[in-house]
């Protein structure tokens, strides 16, 4: 692990995860390495991600949501957290309270976190535990921002290729819309929210891409980028999780899934608010140019 003479005042969790590792390529443009830390799981994590944090000049830190000592330990002389949610569904809510406590216990004074779009009003089970741990951070009394992220663009791409093979898209949200954005968006605005001299004019931004997309649109996309005939073929809800367990997903995947096109398709994904695009300074990536470097 490295080691840097001066204390860090900026940590990022999940830094060996996707979101967190942009988050924090990005506050490097603008902090010194020894500024920010980045904390990852003991002895879990792959060595080359850890490696290449270490080679980048932060500091890594190790802690588990679930072990609150750890994360106590970890958060010593942090300033401002980066809190990004756990991608373990089932024991979610209590691994976020301990990120929470340690954070109080540790003198933490500010909190950005990244919930889901709408997390209070949203039908979408994915927003049950954000939604109640937005309702802790603001019971712990920690100033803090949250950062309601839409839909990932990435999260249809990746099925681009399953697709092309299939000639179909399967899904239940009908002529719904997804907001959706890069990830790399998104990590742009959690590393501008989180950056010392950012001072948040409110505490909640609703977050999703510049244009929104059906799925039927999306299957037109694949079309014409990949040079083939693709459909986009909706399900009702028992169809769609027909279609996913043939691909032996988890179960509570497969539910999220199912869950997210059916809220979809009643505009729970779309957003044309446009904050996501004001708080990065630019306008969010594409489907159209996301699709030109998609393999």
Not at 201 to 220: I, K, M, N, W
Not at 244 to 273: F, K, M, R, W
Request: aromatic fraction near 6%.
């Amino acid at each position: 692990m490295n080691r840097s003479k001066s204390t860090p005042k900026v940590m990022v969790t999940g830094a060996t995860g996707q979101l967190g590792g942009l988050a924090i390529s990005t506050l490097l443009k603008r902090m010194a390495p020894n500024q920010i830390a980045a904390l990852v799981r003991p002895k879990k994590e792959a060595d080359a991600r850890v490696s290449k944090l270490d080679q980048l000049g932060t500091e890594t830190r190790e802690a588990d949501y679930e072990d609150l000592e750890s994360l106590r330990q970890a958060m010593s002389g942090i300033e401002r957290l980066l809190f990004i949610s756990s991608n373990s569904f089932e024991p979610r809510r209590s691994q976020h309270q301990n990120v929470i406590d340690a954070a109080q216990a540790s003198g933490v004074k500010f909190i950005a976190y990244t919930s889901i779009l709408n997390a209070q009003d949203t039908p979408l089970v994915l927003a049950t535990d954000h939604r109640e741990t937005e309702n802790m951070l603001t019971a712990s009394g920690i100033d803090h921002v949250v950062l309601r992220n839409g839909w990932y663009l990435e999260n249809h791409l990746n099925g681009a290729q399953q697709a092309v093979k299939d000639g179909f898209i399967a899904g239940a949200a009908g002529d719904g819309r997804f907001s959706s954005a890069g990830r790399a968006d998104y990590a742009a605005a959690a590393a501008v929210v989180i950056h010392p001299d950012f001072v948040p004019t409110r505490q909640v931004f609703e977050l999703a891409g510049d244009a929104s997309y059906s799925l039927y649109d999306l299957a037109a996309a694949f079309s014409e980028q990949f040079d083939t005939d693709i459909r986009y073929r909706n399900m009702d809800a028992e169809a769609f999780r027909s279609a996913l367990e043939v691909h032996n997903l988890p179960q509570t995947l497969t539910s999220i899934l199912v869950d997210t096109d059916l809220c979809a398709a009643d505009g729970a994904l779309e957003d044309a608010s446009g904050t996501l695009q004001a708080l990065i300074g630019r306008p969010t990536l594409s489907l159209s140019d996301a699709l030109s470097t998609t393999p």
